[in-house]
């Protein structure tokens, strides 16, 4: 495993990822040959996010002031917002995640023109700043989503779809998509996001080969999904609280 990777997850004995880290397993053993080495690596020595963000300077008033600006798109309490471009839910997110996603958005390893420009001036105690306070925000979902499709989209998240060789969501995520570290809560995301974000997901994560990150594991996944399961999983989570 490259060295970055290997300090951006490096293991804890916390306890709390026992089941996290027996799921990852059976979801690395169920994608088999899919699943490269050196990822799978990654979700067994997942753990404390160690590469040196730590709150250090920056007032309240900053904090409020930025968080407001966030506010702008991503809703009042965080909630994502239907719109042209889908913005999605950041409330109860993990802290672990945003805090991958913002620095994932500043170096290119996730394109999204909007979030670059809004990230790069952001300091790393901002970052954790902010990251902790939408972890705190808990709207109840947007809602939105075709209801014929949630039992399906149930079921793909609770048992994965065997006979495409796609590992349960559950695994990973958590049974009730309430995700861990730096894998995203999937829980109360909003529809429309999360149906682009599976549909799109080798043009907009892990876009730097000499940088591999953990978005490759979401690669096999979003790849075997047809249409209408992406829709179902999709429409599910964003019925969940
Ligand atoms: C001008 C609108 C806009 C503003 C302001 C904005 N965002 Fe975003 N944000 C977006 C859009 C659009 C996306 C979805 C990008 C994509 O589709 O990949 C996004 C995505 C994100 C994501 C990825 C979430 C995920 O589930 O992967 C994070 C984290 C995020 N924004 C944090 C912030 C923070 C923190 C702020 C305030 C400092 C902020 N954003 C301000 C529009 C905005
Ligand atoms: C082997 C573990 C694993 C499995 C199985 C898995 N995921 Fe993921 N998923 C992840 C990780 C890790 C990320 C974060 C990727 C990143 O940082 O770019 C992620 C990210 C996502 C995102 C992006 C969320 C956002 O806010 O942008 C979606 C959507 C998603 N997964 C849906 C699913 C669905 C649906 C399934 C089941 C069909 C699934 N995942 C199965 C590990 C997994």
Redesign the pocket.
């Known amino acids: 495993m490259p060295a970055p990777i290997a300090a951006m997850l490096a293991s804890t004995s916390d306890k709390a990822l026992s089941w996290f880290t027996a799921g ?1 397993t059976r ?2 053993a169920a994608m088999g040959p899919l699943l490269p080495a050196a990822v799978a690596a990654m ?1 067994y020595g997942m753990g404390a996010h160690a590469d040196g963000i730590h709150p250090a300077s920056v007032s309240r008033g900053e904090v409020e002031a930025k968080i407001s600006y966030c506010q702008d798109c991503h809703g009042p309490s965080g909630q994502g917002y239907r719109g042209y471009f889908p913005i ?1 839910r950041l409330a109860g997110q993990q802290v672990a ?1 945003i805090e ?2 913002l620095q994932a958005f500043v170096e290119h390893r ?1 394109t999204n023109n909007i979030m670059f420009n809004v990230a790069h001036g952001l300091s790393p105690a901002m970052i954790s700043a902010l990251a902790a306070d939408f972890r705190k925000f808990d709207p109840g979902p947007l809602g939105g989503a075709p209801p014929r499709l949630v039992p399906l989209g149930r079921k ?2 609770q048992d ?1 779809i065997p006979e495409s060789n ?4 559950a ?3 958590g049974p009730d998509a309430s995700g861990h570290e ?3 809560r ?1 829980a109360g ?1 909003v529809y429309s996001y ?1 149906v682009n ?2 549909t799109n997901w080798d043009k907009e ?1 892990g876009q730097i080969p000499s940088k591999p ?3 490759a ?2 690669n096999p ?1 979003a790849h075997s ?1 047809n249409k209408t399961q992406i829709e179902a ?1 999709a429409a599910y989570v964003s019925t969940l609280k």
């Open positions: 990852a979801a690395a979700l999605p995640y991958n996603q996730r793909i998240l994965g796609i590992a349960a969501c695994a990973c995520h730096q894998i995203p999937l995301q999360v974000k599976l994560r990150d953990i978005s594991v979401m996944v999904l999983v």
